[in-house]
Structures are given as C-alpha cells and as structure tokens.
C-alpha cells in the first residue's frame, strides 16, 4: 500500500509541474490546424479531379 500511496505523491507533484495551454493557444491552434487541414484537403481535391481527367483522357470513356 505504500507503494501505491508515493506512486500517487509523485503523480501529484508531476502534474504541478505541467503548463496547460490557456484559452487563446488552445484557439490559435485550432485555427492554424484547421485552415492546414482545409488547404490540403483542398488540394488532394484538385491532385484527384486532375488524375481523374487524365485517366478518363487515357481511357477514352
């Protein structure tokens, strides 16, 4: 039991030691992942709609 109980002294003082991100990093970050997100998705969009073409071109149908 012992073990047990330092185990938890030691998370304890871990966690204290941690920086959680405040609100604004939290949103910055949201921000810059999901304009990243959307711009690649925007151009694996286009990269397929080109290849699509292409291989419709090649095939004739």
């Known amino acids: 039991m012992e073990k047990?109980?330092?185990?938890?002294?030691h998370v304890k003082q871990e966690i204290q030691k941690v920086i959680f991100p405040t609100k604004v990093q939290v949103r910055q970050a949201f921000i810059a992942v999901f304009i990243?997100?959307?711009v690649i998705s925007i151009f694996l969009a286009l990269v397929d709609m080109l290849m699509s073409a292409i291989v419709s071109t090649a095939v004739g149908s």
């Open 36 to 38: 990243v997100v959307t």
């Open 4 to 9: 047990l109980t330092t185990y938890f002294a």
